[in-house]
């Protein structure tokens, strides 16, 4: 469903200057093997606390995206 969503969006944007927020190289990046992170380290180590969790920086990101046109 995604890579159908990808060549559309790369169809509708073919004429424009702008990019698709997801196209089939995004789409690669994120499907990618091995794709995972962990701040475990930093935490231990430099008491690092993040200032936002998963879900809030996500909802920030969707709303930057919708705000500056992107979606």
């Not at 424009?16 to 196209?23: H, Q, R």
């Amino acid at each position: 469903m995604a890579t159908l969503i990808a060549n559309l969006l790369e169809t509708l944007y073919a004429s424009s200057k702008a990019m698709p927020a997801l196209n089939r190289e995004k789409l690669s990046e994120l499907a990618a093997e091995n794709w995972n992170c962990s701040i475990e380290k930093i935490r231990s180590d430099l008491g690092y606390v993040p200032e936002y969790d998963l879900e809030k920086g996500l909802a920030q990101t969707l709303k930057w995206y919708k705000e500056n046109k992107w979606l």
